[in-house]
């Protein structure tokens, strides 16, 4: 039984739509899994021993404050952890999609938002969102409409966004390959998170898929000079099709959000489960890595 905890943002800037872990609780983490569970990354399950009290650590995305919050932190409790790249993202320095999105709505400073699209609920075509509260609570229903459309029909709808709301900055959030380089140097792995950080279990398109797992590997190599051992599915979405490429690819492990343990023998080396820690009173923390909260959910969902 391995626990395997993913994070994503570390900072200490609060915020409504995605709130990044608080350093302290982020600290309260690693020092907890330090003391409890023997650390290694996940790089190394296919060949490690591995006991009831394994753990690993990873990162989705690769922002910027991974190198700059969370590294030094890893550093206090020598821990190493494993950090997924969307690599197209790192080259434009352009976060994802979700978050950019996410970013639009809360700095522009414009009332109106015009999205006539016919794969849009009617209701969500034209708004008045007169204030910072309404954008919030609309891109809030937004996001989760365009993570079941068509990679081509959400990139239109970002980009008309955008175009919209082109008072609003790129947000300068990512790491860089020289951050990487430095990730690598100290002992941390690099692994893929495709190119566009698109959902792989949505693309019917097979050559766009290869491409997604492919393209990304040879940025890794061309840039760090070894290729990626694990690929982590964008928002946790793959399918069989998925799993077959990513092997016949050269990965060796592929990546879940499954909120689970992972069980050698009952998962998938390429459906290895994670548990997602996020910003929340520690005593909630503490039964997420325990998987304590699961189990309870489990009873309470048969009862």
């Known amino acids: 039984m391995v626990r395997n905890f993913l994070f994503h943002r ?15 609780l982020f ?128 990139r239109e709808v970002v980009l008309h966004v955008s175009g919209i709301y082109n008072d609003v900055e790129k947000p300068n959030v990512m790491m860089t390959w020289e951050d990487l380089k430095k990730l690598r140097q100290l002992g941390h792995q690099v692994g893929s998170h495709t190119k566009s950080h698109t959902m792989l279990g949505h693309l019917s398109d097979e050559t766009r898929l290869i491409e997604e797992l492919k393209g990304s590997r040879d940025r890794i190599f061309e840039m760090l000079g070894e290729n990626p051992k694990t690929i982590s599915y964008p928002n946790g979405s793959y399918n069989q099709r998925v799993t077959e490429l990513s092997k016949e690819y050269g990965y060796l492990s592929g990546l879940a959000v499954k909120q689970d343990v992972y069980i050698p023998g009952r998962d998938s080396i390429f459906e290895i489960p994670r548990i997602e820690l996020y910003n929340e009173p520690w005593w909630k923390t503490k039964l997420r890595i325990s998987n304590s909260l699961e189990r309870i959910k489990k009873v309470l969902r048969y009862k």
């Open 10 to 24: 570390i900072s200490p800037d609060r915020d409504p739509l995605w709130d990044p872990m608080d350093p302290d």
């Open 27 to 154: 600290s309260k983490c690693l020092r907890h899994i330090s003391e409890n569970y023997d650390v290694i990354t996940i790089e190394d399950l296919p060949h490690a021993k591995l006991h009831e009290q394994t753990a690993t650590i990873s990162f989705d995305d690769g922002y910027k404050d991974n190198i700059e919050v969370a590294l030094p932190i890893l550093e206090k409790y020598r821990v190493k952890a494993s950090f997924y790249v969307a690599t197209d993202c790192i080259d434009n320095q352009t976060p994802t999609w979700t978050y950019y999105l996410e970013h639009l709505f809360k700095n522009t400073q414009k009332p109106e938002l015009n999205i006539d699209f016919e794969y849009l609920p009617e209701g969500m075509r034209v708004k008045q969102l007169q204030d910072y509260n309404s954008r919030i609570a609309y891109v809030k229903k937004l996001k989760p409409l365009l993570k079941n459309l068509t990679l081509a029909q959400r």
